[in-house]
């Protein structure tokens, strides 16, 4: 597993501080004076069942800011930015809801979830959905350097059809060059 001190630039996590007495917690999930490298427009909320693995994913436009709030999460990462003095890096992350935290993945940072156990995230964006802002490529490509601890996962039909990952990052890049990233 990567630590969250090698992650892409621009990969943010914000600790989060649960309270915690005999009737559970309560858990500050986001702040709007916090530094989270984010303006979240939209709200959402989603359910995984043990063995899912949503992604591979990248967008040209929006930025991420989730949390798991119920269960675990391996996140895989790569930087898929070739000006970003981390390009190229790729890693997997443990998130869970014992040790909660807030993490922000910005536009130009592919991204994947498996989840081991039943799993309920929440997560923001700062712009709203368009399929030009939705890249995929297969989970398993070679290519991406991230060692996923399942062979057979369930996936949506979406992400089972998904291409390899030089055509996602020629996609990005694209993308990324008519918006002016």
């Known amino acids: 597993m990567g630590s969250e001190l090698n992650v892409p630039r621009g990969v943010r996590t914000t600790k989060l501080a649960p309270n915690r007495d005999h009737r559970g917690t309560f858990t500050e999930l986001f702040r709007r004076e ?16 043990a063995g899912v693995l949503r992604g591979f994913h990248v967008h040209p436009q ?23 003095p981390t390009f ?14 807030g993490w922000t993945i910005p536009p130009g940072v592919g991204h994947g979830f498996f989840f081991p156990v039943p799993t309920v995230t929440v997560y923001s964006v700062d712009r709203y959905w368009s399929k030009d802002d ?4 297969r989970w398993n ?8 601890p399942v062979k057979d ?3 949506s039909p979406r992400d089972a059809a998904a291409g390899t990952l030089a055509q996602m990052i020629e ?9 002016g990233k």
């Open 153 to 155: 996962p369930l996936l």
């Open 134 to 137: 939705e890249l995929a490529c």
């Open 34 to 49: 916090w530094v989270t490298g984010t303006d979240s427009i939209q709200w959402n909320v989603v359910t995984s069942h």
């Open 62 to 84: 929006h930025t991420d800011y989730l949390a798991v709030v119920s269960g675990k999460m391996l996140l895989g990462l790569r930087d898929l930015r070739r000006k970003s």
């Open 171 to 179: 996609d990005w890049e694209r993308l990324s060059a008519a918006d």
């Open 141 to 148: 490509d070679r290519d991406l350097g991230i060692d996923w």
């Open 88 to 101: 190229g890096l790729a890693g997997l992350y443990e998130l869970d809801a014992e040790r909660p935290a």
